[in-house]
């Protein structure tokens, strides 16, 4: 993969060569054994959560976001989907670092609000407090330290030069 923007009279901009391998999800257990687990088992109790009414605030094109509603659906975790239209700024309106995703869930055992930003930082959040259903991880050592290496490829590496900010940085310097 490569990406650049070049316009006319004005000095291209972009990154290098990018390769890597994407490797097919599977249902595994949580540890380092080979073991699959039955397809005809008994369906489990269902369990109680600690963290409940899970709201996500994004924006649909957003890719930080898309991870998330990957996350959520992978596990099949119910949750508010709250739009925030950055076009229309309304990003600023929210506080902090004025940026989607935000993942909020009440804390039954606290009893408070919890709000997460960052992508990577909520799926690993849903991944350790949602243990039932598919792990978002693979099993082995090895292969969860790839993954996460691919997740941070994509999350620093490629997906800032798409960003909005960066973007509207580059198209007021060009009109300069």
């Not at 369990?47 to 930080?64: A, E, G, T, V």
């Not at 309304?90 to 009440?106: D, K, S, T, Y």
């Not at 620093?156 to 509207?168: D, E, K, R, Y």
Request: one cysteine or more; aromatic letters at 8%; glycine letters at 6%.
């Amino acid at each position: 993969m490569e990406g650049y923007c070049s316009k006319e009279n004005h000095r291209r901009v972009g990154f290098g060569q990018y390769t890597g391998k994407v490797l097919p999800a599977s249902i595994s257990p949580r540890d380092d054994t080979d073991v699959i687990p039955e397809f005809n088992a008994k369906p489990q109790k269902k369990q109680q959560h600690r963290f409940i009414d899970l709201k996500l605030y994004n924006y649909w094109r957003s890719s930080c976001s898309w991870r998330v509603r990957i996350a959520l659906a992978s596990k099949n975790l119910p949750y508010e989907y709250i739009p925030v239209h950055l076009l229309k700024g309304e990003q600023c309106l929210m506080g902090g670092m004025a940026q989607v995703p935000i993942l909020e869930c009440h804390d039954t055992k606290t009893g408070q609000t919890l709000q997460i930003t960052q992508s990577l930082a909520i799926i690993d959040f849903i991944e350790e407090a949602f243990l039932e259903g598919n792990s978002l991880l693979s099993s082995g050592i090895i292969q969860r330290t790839f993954t996460r290496e691919l997740a941070e490829i994509i999350n620093s590496g490629t997906q800032p030069l798409s960003n909005l900010g960066l973007i509207n940085s580059l198209n007021s310097l060009i009109a300069c």
